[in-house]
């Protein structure tokens, strides 16, 4: 038996053969190129997650009879993928002698005009099921089917059964000014970006000029900003934005009071109150330690409520009643688990809690929305007001002349009592969390502890829920990029009760996942950027490329056997970078803040003088890379600490040397900061996601003259490939 490959015995096991049925790997090769084989009981909790019953012998021979049974009872899968301008086939499970027929319902509730040709099944590799022999046919996908979410029809005999048919481009097209070149962009924490007139926290107000201003002063075609996704109604706040409580709705507490239509109908004792309410946070604008979300949020909701409670004009009451219709349930769940928090408490875990107590339908529940309308209202009112102004801000983009303008951060998952988990519990797996294998990073593995997506719900389901989130953040944005892309691939799942590295990988069905992005891409004239950096098959960057996905480049990952490869040698497909939010800013990562810092949390599973050797070697190696390839000289390669600003420079010159379709230059470098935004692995240790823009001497950089520093000004040109 080979080292990395499953024996004829193991493979022979009932148990593993379930597993693969259903997705799941029973085995993995780490990062480290390190050969694991899943434990039996790992398997079995990671099948429980999904519904699968194999707690003993009878249970695993049961649990496989069904699931083929189910798979060839039905006559059509769930969920078919079908690709614009290709002719595909569909198979279909019928009796020996019978032939299929289909139609199809189009998206806009049309029948399709086409002909579907239908072939019969020859007989072979039969299987039984009650009694009858069932064999596989076809039916014919035409070429021209349009994109969209059809539905087909397919009749054998006095059956018919439907299927989702998701006609999907075969690729993202690159956009016109990616095709011959690149286009370049900035990445930011939109909440550590202040201005005179934030609460403490950057705001969408502050994103509409952020990115106005990134256009006309620098020249800037898109802006990568951390997820906004939606948060919890009241204090305390979760920092991290990657923790969100829905991933279809937006994050209320990034609103400007003042921008809202309604402030201008307040009187004036309304807009004193608000003036003061203002003015009790507006010296967290020059706070330079943290971002305090708490402070500004008691402030600014009570500001909100003032504004809310002033009433809308009839047309402003129309457009808001338009909203909630068009959100429907999502909104609903959301403000409803909003109210829940808002007069229960927080969402916890204990089991008297009341997200375990009480589901969607309760009693109790209903009697609260009955008893609180107008917080309730209030609730779908701040989330109308926050879509309303994130939308305003990638329309001010686009008026400046951004060609995409907000490149929106999808999170992999939800917060597992949020509203999303809680009110639709069905599309979740039960009893496990997502997170990662254990890698040179965090050798103790990662668990964000999320629910993942169940693979089999989203089949039955035709992917809506994937399908909506996906839609809704390309209403707001130009392009969106999907932490984690791997989690459409597989997922590193946890079983409850065991421990970060005690998980398995849970395989989704890429190719529709990827075909649903490239669909809503194609509508929206959007791009789609896949982070797909750690432990990730070498198949994964081809199959993004080959849909026209985007993956990433970071140049300090862009290394093999202790070498750094050329920029001229990176993807064509990715998006370039120096750096991520995970790591320090340039700066900080030539003095080793990230071996200080980890050793200062006690982060380290060695000797501090070793990970700072090896955090050395790398960075010696980078310079190698750098002065090979003439970005450097001897001088600058051996006095760092004096050419500190040109080895920087140097790393960003690199960029425009690659082939990368876009370019990405992060805020930190620009204005010199050297902390990191995020340190994997800590929690409250460190304040990951807290940490407000200042310049590499501590002071506190404001938004209000942010582009017309002239650091900021010298990398926009550096990006601008201005020798």
């Not at 397919?154 to 070149?181: C, F």
């Not at 950057?202 to 006309?216: C, H, P, S």
């Not at 589901?359 to 879509?387: C, G, M």
């Not at 750690?534 to 994964?540: C, I, L, R, S």
């Amino acid at each position: 038996m080979s080292e990395r490959t499953e024996s004829e015995e193991r493979l022979a096991r009932p148990l593993i053969q379930l597993a693969k049925l259903t997705g799941i790997a029973t085995s993995y090769v780490g990062m480290s190129h390190d050969y694991h084989e899943i434990e039996d009981d790992v398997l079995v909790a990671v099948l429980g997650a999904l519904g699968i019953d194999a707690s003993n012998d009878a249970a695993i021979k049961q649990s496989i009879r069904q699931i083929l049974d189910e798979r060839h009872g039905r006559l059509v899968p769930y969920t078919v993928l079908h690709n614009v301008g290709s002719e595909s086939r569909v198979l279909v499970n019928v009796g020996m002698t019978d032939v299929p027929s289909a139609t199809i319902t189009l998206e806009n509730g049309q029948e399709y005009q086409g002909e579907i040709l239908p072939d019969a099944g020859d007989g072979s590799a039969a299987y039984l099921v009650d009694g009858q022999f069932v064999v596989t046919a076809s039916v014919a996908i035409p070429a021209d089917l349009p994109e969209g979410y059809h539905t087909l029809h397919v009749t054998v005999g006095d059956r018919t059964e439907d299927a989702t048919l998701i006609s999907a481009p075969a690729k993202v097209e690159l956009l016109d000014e990616m095709k011959q070149g690149h286009l370049w962009g900035w990445m930011a924490q939109l909440y550590s970006l202040r201005s005179a007139k934030s609460w403490g926290v950057g705001d969408f107000v502050d994103l509409a000029n952020l990115l106005k201003d990134a256009k006309r002063k620098t020249g800037a075609d898109f802006t990568l900003i951390n997820p906004v996704h939606a948060a919890e109604p009241v204090s305390p706040l979760t920092p991290s934005p990657y923790l969100p409580i829905s991933r279809s709705l937006v994050n209320f507490t990034y609103i400007r009071p003042e921008a809202i239509e309604e402030y201008k109908l307040l009187g004036a004792e309304s807009l004193s109150e608000i003036r003061e309410l203002f003015t009790s946070v507006e010296p967290l604008n020059d706070q330079t330690e943290i971002v305090d979300r708490d402070a500004m949020w008691h402030a600014k909701m009570q500001a909100l409520w003032i504004i809310f409670k002033a009433g809308r004009t009839a047309e402003r009451q129309r457009a808001f009643a338009d909203f909630c219709e068009k959100t429907g349930e999502d909104l609903e769940a959301y403000a409803t688990w909003c109210l829940c928090y808002d007069k229960w408490g927080a969402a916890e875990g204990t089991p008297d809690n009341w997200t375990h107590r009480f589901t969607k339908d309760s009693p109790e529940v209903n009697a609260l929305r009955e008893q609180f309308p107008d917080t309730l209202n209030f609730y779908r009112w701040l989330e109308w007001i926050a879509t309303e102004q994130l939308d305003r801000a990638q329309k001010s983009a686009r008026e400046a002349g951004m060609r995409i303008g907000v490149m929106a951060d999808m999170a992999v998952g939800v917060h597992p009592l949020g509203s999303e988990a809680w009110w639709y519990p069905e599309r979740f797996a039960k009893g496990a969390t997502v997170g990662a294998p254990p890698d040179m990073f965090n050798q103790q593995g990662q668990d964000w502890s999320q629910p993942p997506l169940n693979p089999i719900a989203l089949n039955r389901t035709g992917y809506k829920t994937y399908r909506d989130m996906v839609h809704n953040m390309f209403t707001h944005a130009g392009a969106v990029r999907i932490d984690h892309i791997l989690g459409l691939f597989r997922l590193w799942w946890i079983p409850s009760g065991h421990k970060a590295n005690d998980g398995a990988y849970v395989h989704y069905d890429s190719d529709v996942m990827l075909g649903i992005l490239a669909l809503e891409a194609s509508r929206a004239d959007g791009v789609v950027v896949g982070e797909d950096l750690g432990v990730v098959p070498e198949y994964v960057a081809s199959s993004l490329s080959s849909h026209g996905l985007l993956g990433c480049a970071v140049e300090w990952f862009e290394q093999f056997d202790g070498k750094f490869r050329s920029p001229t040698d990176w993807r064509e497909y990715a998006l370039a970078s120096v750096n991520t939010h995970d790591l320090p800013p340039a700066a900080g990562y030539l003095e080793l803040e990230h071996v200080k810092l980890r050793e200062r949390l006690g982060l380290l599973e060695g000797p501090a003088e070793d990970f700072e050797r090896s955090a050395m070697a790398e960075q010696d190696a980078m310079i190698s890379m750098l002065l090979d390839n003439g970005y450097i000289n001897k001088d600058e390669a051996v006095d760092r600490k004096t050419h500190e600003a040109d080895i920087i420079d140097a790393q960003y010159r690199a960029l425009n040397d690659s082939p990368c379709k876009l370019l990405a230059a992060s805020i930190t470098d620009a204005v010199g900061e050297k902390r990191t935004q995020n340190q994997p692995g800590t929690n409250n240790e460190y304040p990951n996601w807290r940490i407000p823009l200042a310049d590499g001497n501590g002071n506190v950089v404001k938004l209000d003259d942010m582009f017309d520093r002239s650091d900021v000004q010298h990398l926009a040109a550096i990006m601008r490939n201005e020798r």
